[in-house]
């Protein structure tokens, strides 16, 4: 039996998905949780095969999780299952290590099979996200001769970004404002000719950078 543990507040969903899992012979639903707030202790519990997981939930939501069981040393498959296919959000889940990425959108055969995949060592993703993430990593970025280098504020700002904070996550972490954090990431943003934080991690990451 592949184990599954569940993070979602949609209640409706939550209903869907149990019902996908009970006609379902090789999957069985340990537990629902609608927020991550313990997520690392719930898992340390349950020891689940399969971590299934929104992004947006209220306390603490989907990506902030996601961090978290990897801060904690976790190796957990953790597949993300949400309404969200923006560039931001699919990047920063695979850069924070989610093994997959699904829409709920999807047939229910093919979330079935996307955690079969899983499972089996695979990244299931819907097609309209694994287009976005081979847009983000078929073409390198290239250093060129002229690119300014960051001051070391810049340098902070872009590596909470990096690593999947939000603009108020990070502003929090460095104890200064919102404004400052806007302020800071324009000027990254001009300093690497990117026009978005998924081109900036992106770029950050392929050259080194952080």
């Given at each position: 039996m592949?184990r599954?543990?569940?993070?979602?507040?949609?209640?409706?969903?939550?209903?869907?998905?149990?019902?996908?899992?009970q006609?379902?012979?090789?999957?069985?639903?340990?537990?629902?949780?609608?927020?991550c707030?313990?997520?690392?202790?719930?898992?340390?519990?349950?020891?689940?095969?399969?971590v299934i997981?929104?992004?947006?939930?209220?306390?603490?939501?989907?990506?902030e999780?996601?961090?978290?069981?990897?801060?904690?040393?976790?190796?957990?498959?953790?597949?993300?299952?949400?309404?969200?296919d923006?560039?931001?959000?699919?990047?920063q889940?695979?850069?924070?290590?989610?093994?997959?990425?699904?829409?709920?959108s999807?047939?229910?055969?093919?979330?079935?099979?996307?955690?079969?995949?899983a499972?089996?060592g695979g990244?299931?993703?819907?097609?309209?996200?694994?287009k976005?993430v081979l847009?983000?990593?078929?073409?390198?970025?290239r250093?060129?001769?002229?690119?300014?280098?960051?001051?070391?504020?810049?340098h902070?700002?872009l590596?909470?970004?990096?690593?999947?904070?939000?603009?108020?996550?990070?502003a929090?972490e460095?104890?200064?404002?919102?404004?400052?954090?806007?302020?800071?990431?324009?000027?990254?943003?001009?300093?690497l000719?990117v026009?978005?934080?998924?081109e900036?991690?992106?770029?950050?990451m392929?050259?080194?950078?952080?």
């Amino acid at each position: 039996m592949i184990r599954i543990l569940l993070f979602e507040d949609n209640e409706d969903f939550i209903d869907s998905m149990k019902e996908l899992i009970q006609d379902t012979h090789d999957i069985e639903l340990c537990s629902v949780f609608n927020n991550c707030k313990d997520a690392v202790r719930h898992i340390q519990y349950y020891h689940p095969d399969i971590v299934i997981m929104d992004i947006d939930m209220p306390i603490k939501n989907g990506l902030e999780g996601l961090r978290s069981i990897r801060e904690a040393g976790l190796e957990t498959t953790v597949v993300m299952l949400t309404v969200f296919d923006d560039n931001d959000r699919v990047f920063q889940s695979v850069c924070n290590g989610a093994s997959g990425y699904l829409l709920k959108s999807s047939a229910p055969e093919k979330i079935i099979e996307g955690i079969r995949e899983a499972h089996n060592g695979g990244a299931p993703m819907t097609p309209s996200v694994a287009k976005q993430v081979l847009k983000l990593f078929s073409a390198p970025f290239r250093k060129s001769d002229d690119l300014q280098k960051l001051t070391a504020r810049e340098h902070d700002v872009l590596s909470y970004l990096v690593r999947g904070y939000s603009y108020k996550m990070a502003a929090a972490e460095m104890e200064i404002g919102l404004e400052t954090i806007r302020f800071h990431v324009k000027n990254i943003y001009t300093k690497l000719h990117v026009n978005s934080k998924s081109e900036a991690v992106a770029k950050a990451m392929h050259n080194k950078l952080i």
